[in-house]
């Protein structure tokens, strides 16, 4: 087999730091135009054979031990922990340990997130102009427009393979052809949920999945196995983005280096021309290469510019996290089974789009304007995690019995847009090191003024559909936690969603960004930032599939 | 025998267990073989490969070739990791980069010396009482008891699956699955 030539010192086209979903479809384009491709992943490898004919691996498996108390897909919080702060009132930090990690492994968070893959709407693009301006915040447009992104969105949703209905949510964006696949089939409270939210005027739908309803790409359907969301697949039917490291690697023209950490971007002062990497063998060493694509997330693509020591200040700022609301309700009467499935098959966007309602609201609490997000209809139902939440004691094995907590439950999650600003961030933690010695990321973040303000204002609706649905209680809760009303102050919880934005901000003005349109550092033009990083805004939508859309014309771009 | 724990820390642990999750018309954690989940986490090293995270694709449960019983083999920063945590840094440079580490081992050692010789012939209330007295330690007990109760019975606990039917939950279902019409209906 052919190799990458960048071993023993000949230089590669490209190297990828990050083997997720932004780096797998960057080296699945550059490999298809004959580029020689390294890919770095610090992780381990569970995912794929590296060695030709690229088996899929069987390291994967339904089991709540392996992957959601022994950490099986990384990272290990003793090994690479992150810190997190509100703000320097709170010290260096005032927490150590896990902060809303995404699996370090290959394949990243792919291997694990149960793949809800929608589409941005065409004003995300365009906050700025449309909406005007936020105090406190950096609204600001994005260098480019749904227009302008649509063909790559079609395009990663073939790559990825993603089933869904073009005619069934009234409030997407337009699209230029149908999904790839129909979308499989709907979770039984789903089922429920989606009737008595249609009742009260949303319009529900069924989330475009990165899982396989039908056969694709030599990968079978989807069979429901439930263990999904914070899984790998067993069967390998999430197609999110295994699909894409297969093919760049049975064209030969790429390598994948796992448990190998990228320590620092070289350059010559004008260009970079390489990385410092240290593999399994903790040796540092180094290689060359014509392009540096960043692709390690919103977290670690500005830990590894700090780490380089660049310089540009606002590297790490406006981190954004989409601020979750919960709405849980409980019904004694019926058993939802969500351990069989996919655990959320449908969506409703009414949140994202502003109404009479929500613009009487942002007014009493004093913004221009306000945005929510998605509601995912539903959640996975697994036991351990279960069982945590109730009291040891003899009443432990009735509550499991009767399930009030799992089985009789439904909830909604409204991903919440949350605004860009600029003391929100990541950087470098002055004293908690890696395993390998290097400083870890530093968040320190609270949100503003109008997330808060818009949860308060949808979580009561979303506890309205609970009780259409005939829920005996609600309750409404926030992450990150309990906060207080208009005015009030945030609580010091690091934010629970894996939605993760913005600290490598796009723009055309190297004043007031960082990457530019094609996510070319303006710096150093042959770095390219192929992850959510660059986003401007956080929209309400989970970041994905646009983030791969992203790294398609990113790619595409390289090569042309 | 148990695999790390004496024989006595062992008989203790058993009462803790029964104690936080105990016996109804169902097998409480004792039966279940809970605190064999927890001496087999604090002795996963005494095992090659060590038992920390078992295998794929499937277990044999629902079809396939059962793999769970071939445990994965750790790579060195995953051995660091597993090990610290279990042992503890120990005073050695590479597992204290952040600081020292109390592990498991010292943690259940010290706890159940904690709960008092006696605590096996005590009546629950008293039981109770002093859990209630440890209640860090106690917490500790109980999220394993819950992995171990609820868990793939490969690790120990779980023994024959007694804790999924006891609860009407099916466990780990590839490559089986579930039918589209098992999903969307009552
Ligand atoms: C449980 C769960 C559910 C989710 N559900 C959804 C969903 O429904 N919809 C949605 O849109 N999103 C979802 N997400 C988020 C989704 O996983 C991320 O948006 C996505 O994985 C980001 O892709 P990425 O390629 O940018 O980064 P990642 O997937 O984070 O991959 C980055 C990779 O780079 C590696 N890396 C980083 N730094 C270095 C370095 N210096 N050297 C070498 N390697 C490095 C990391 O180890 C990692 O493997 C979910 C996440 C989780 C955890
Ligand atoms: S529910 Fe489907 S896609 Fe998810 S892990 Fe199971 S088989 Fe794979």
């Known amino acids: 087999m052919d190799r990458p030539r960048g071993i023993g010192g000949v230089t590669v086209d490209a190297i990828i730091v990050g083997s997720g979903p932004g780096g797998s479809t960057v080296a699945d384009i550059l490999t298809a135009a004959g580029w020689s491709v390294v890919i770095f992943e610090k992780g381990r490898n569970h995912l794929i054979d590296l060695e030709h004919p690229h088996r899929l691996a069987d390291d994967f498996s339904n089991d709540e031990i392996k992957f959601t108390n022994r950490h099986f897909l990384g990272p290990d919080p003793f090994l690479e922990p992150r810190t997190f702060r509100t703000g320097p009132e709170d010290g260096d930090h005032s927490f150590v340990g896990d902060v809303n990690s995404i699996p370090s492994t290959v394949g990243g968070g792919g291997t694990h997130a149960d793949g809800k893959v929608p589409r941005f709407r065409e004003e995300d693009f365009g906050l700025l102009s449309t909406y005007g301006p936020q105090p406190g915040a950096s609204v600001a447009d994005w260098p480019l427009t749904y227009a302008d992104l649509e063909p790559f969105y079609a395009n990663v949703e073939r790559r990825i393979g993603v089933s869904g209905d073009a005619a069934a949510n009234p409030l997407a964006a337009w699209r230029s052809g149908p999904y790839p696949m129909p979308p499989g089939p709907s979770m039984y409270g789903a089922v429920l949920s989606t009737a008595a939210a249609e009742t009260l005027g949303y319009h529900p739908y069924p989330a475009p999945g990165a899982t396989n309803s039908v056969p694709y790409d030599g990968r079978p359907p989807c069979n429901n196995c439930g263990f999904c969301a914070f899984f790998g697949c067993p069967i390998h039917a999430k197609g999110d983005p295994v699909a894409m490291l297969q093919r760049a690697l049975m064209t030969g023209n790429a390598e994948i280096r796992p448990e190998t950490f990228v320590s620092r971007i070289r350059t010559d002062g004008r260009r970079a021309t390489g990385v410092g990497f240290i593999g399994p063998d903790g040796v540092e060493r180094s290689m060359d290469a014509r392009y540096v694509v960043v692709a390690g997330g919103a977290v670690e693509t500005p830990r590894l510019l700090l780490l380089s020591g660049f310089d540009h200040p606002l590297i790490g700022r406006h981190l954004m996290v989409h601020f979750q609301t919960i709405a849980a309700g409980g019904f004694a009467d019926l058993r939802f089974h969500a351990e069989r499935g996919r655990a959320v098959t449908h969506l409703h966007d009414d949140a994202v789009v502003p109404d009479d309602a929500s613009r009487k609201a942002a007014t009493q609490a004093g913004l221009p304007w306000m945005r929510g997000g998605i509601v995912e209809h539903g959640g996975p139902g697994l036991p351990i995690l279960e069982a945590k939440l109730y009291r040891w004691g003899p009443t432990h094995k009735e509550n499991m019995r009767r399930s009030p907590l799992r089985d009789r439950l439904w909830a909604f999650t409204m991903q919440g847009e949350d605004l860009p600003v600029a003391t929100n961030r990541i950087d470098l933690d002055p004293t908690v090191r890696d395993v390998r010695g290097f400083p870890v990321a530093r968040y320190t973040y609270k949100p503003h003024q109008h997330e808060l303000a818009a949860s308060a204002h949808h979580g009561p609706r979303m506890a309205a559909i609970l009780e259409a649905m005939g829920a005996e209680w609600t309750s409404v809760a926030t992450s990150p936690g309990s906060v207080e009303g208009p005015g009030g102050r945030a609580s010091v919880d690091a934010p629970m969603s894996r939605h993760v934005m913005g600290t490598v901000r796009m723009g055309e003005d190297p004043a007031t960004s960082v990457a530019d349109s094609n996510g070319c550092l303006h710096q150093l033009s042959n770095v390219v930032i192929a992850d959510s990083s660059v986003f401007v805004t956080s929209s309400g939508y989970g970041p994905t599939l646009t983030l791969a859309a992203l790294a398609a014309r990113f790619a595409t771009a390289m090569v042309s | ?186």
């Open chain 2, 1 to 186: 025998m148990p695999t790390w724990l004496t024989i006595e820390e062992y008989r203790t642990l058993t009462a803790v267990c029964e104690r936080l999750i105990p016996a109804d018309q169902t097998p409480g954690a004792a039966e279940a073989g809970v605190p064999d989940y927890i001496d087999g986490l604090l002795g996963a090293f005494s095992f090659d490969p060590p038992r920390i995270w078992a295998g794929g694709s499937f277990s044999g449960r629902h079809g396939g070739q059962p793999g769970f019983a071939r445990f994965h083999r750790l790579a060195a920063l995953d051995e660091l990791a597993w090990r610290t945590r279990i042992e503890g840094s120990l005073g050695r440079p590479e597992r204290e980069f952040n600081g020292v580490v109390v592990g498991l081992q010292e943690r259940y050692r010290e706890g159940l010396a904690a709960l008092g010789p006696d605590f096996c012939d005590c009546d629950p209330d008293e039981q109770d009482l002093r859990l209630r007295s440890l209640a860090t330690f106690t917490q500790l007990v109980y999220d394993h008891s819950c992995e171990g109760m609820y868990g793939a019975p490969e690790y120990g606990g779980n023994r024959d699956a007694v804790a999924w039917s006891g609860i009407g939950f099916a466990g780990d279902v590839e490559p089986r699955g579930w039918t589209d019409h098992e999903v969307s209906e009552a």
